[in-house]
């Protein structure tokens, strides 16, 4: 079982182009998550979707949109890059019987 | 909002020696604790979780206990060895039919020397 599998692993990407960052999950689970990670700051959620169909904002979700159009896929969009978000980002999700989140590799982006 | 803080932002111990990490939480609705241990160019992968209807759960080397009372909760480590070597993460949340806002505390970077 992969479990989530992230892509690209890693990405440099020119200030102003947009990007999506794609998470595929295959243990059925009703719940993902997308987290950025920086220095000093910890894991900080950027939007989640509770089931297929439905998304909401975390935390820190100004600059990014994500969709859920079934039950696998979760993609994060960067509409128009900026330096500050150069970032890890991870992708989680978790089932909804109480089980805790599993997370993904992570994606390495560096905004220029 | 929950908030969650984390002491020490680093700690360094002996092999063999006891590893505690402390978290608190601001959110009183909070009732599901999770610890990720998370080592270097990997994502967090959860080492034990608690919840508030319990005060202590143990792993093996790992326990975690929780006191609701003054919302704090810690890991610890017993017996460490160098692979115990990682980022450790705190979060708390309310869970709310599985589905979690993990808020996160801002990382314990342990290191164990031989």
């Known amino acids: 079982t992969a479990g989530i599998t992230q892509a690209p692993t890693s990405q440099i990407l020119a200030a102003g182009r947009s990007m999506t960052l794609r998470c595929t999950q295959d243990?059925?689970?009703?719940?993902m998550y997308w987290y950025r990670q920086d220095l000093g700051l910890g894991l900080r959620l950027i939007h989640y979707?509770?089931?297929?169909?439905?998304?909401g904002k975390g935390e820190v979700p100004d600059g990014y949109s994500v969709s859920r159009a079934n039950t696998d896929d979760f993609p994060l969009t960067l509409a128009s890059a900026v330096p500050s978000q150069t970032s890890v980002y991870f992708c989680?999700?978790?089932?909804?019987?109480?089980?805790?989140?599993?997370f993904g590799q992570g994606t390495r982006l560096t905004v220029v | 909002g929950e908030n969650v803080e984390q002491h020490p932002s680093t700690l360094s111990v002996q092999e063999g020696d006891s590893a505690v990490i402390k978290c608190t939480y601001s959110?009183?609705?909070?009732?599901?604790f999770p610890w990720y241990k998370q080592e270097l160019g990997k994502g967090p992968q959860l080492i034990i979780d608690?919840?508030?209807?319990?005060g202590e759960k143990k792993d093996q080397r790992i326990a975690v206990t929780l006191n609701k009372t003054a919302k704090h909760f810690s890991l610890h480590i017993t017996e460490t060895q160098p692979e115990d070597s990682a980022v450790y993460f705190c979060?708390?949340?309310?869970?709310?039919?599985?589905?979690?806002?993990?808020?996160f505390g801002t990382g314990t970077r342990l290191l164990v020397s031989p």
């Open positions: 989680a999700s978790s089932d909804t019987g109480g089980g805790f989140a599993f």
């Open positions: 243990m059925r689970h009703n719940a």
């Open positions: 979707s509770n089931t297929a169909g439905t998304t």
């Open positions: 959110d009183s609705a909070s009732n599901y």
């Open positions: 608690i919840r508030s209807n319990v």
């Open positions: 979060a708390a949340s309310v869970m709310n039919t599985g589905f979690q806002k993990l808020v």
